[in-house]
């Protein structure tokens, strides 16, 4: 690897950490820790941490995929869905809370 990609990786890795900790720092309100694991995710799929499937993960539906986050404070715990298994999941996710 070149320098410069390396250099890259390393600032990533680095922003990466930050945005973690962001997710778990409770006196942030929630729309900034949630924006945090979003963007946490995004930025561990692009790092090659996460893995992209070529389909849904529940119905094997090949569609625009989107990372479902099951719970914030666990950023990169997500689960790859298309929209309709994604409804479905937060819907489950809402009905755990309650
Ligand atoms: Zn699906």
């Given at each position: 690897m070149k320098k410069i990609r390396r250099q890259r990786k390393h600032d990533l890795i680095a922003r990466l950490g930050r945005h973690m900790d962001i997710c778990l720092d409770t006196i942030r309100p929630r729309r900034i820790r949630t924006r945090s694991a979003r963007y946490a995710a995004a930025l561990a799929e692009s790092l090659g941490l996460i893995?992209?499937?070529?389909?849904?993960?529940?119905c094997r539906r090949r569609q625009r995929l989107q990372r479902h986050h099951w719970d914030y404070r666990e950023p990169l715990n997500v689960t790859f869905l298309c929209p309709d298994c994604h409804a479905v999941a937060d819907n489950m996710v809402v009905q755990a809370i309650a």
């Open positions: 893995e992209r499937p070529r389909c849904c993960t529940w």
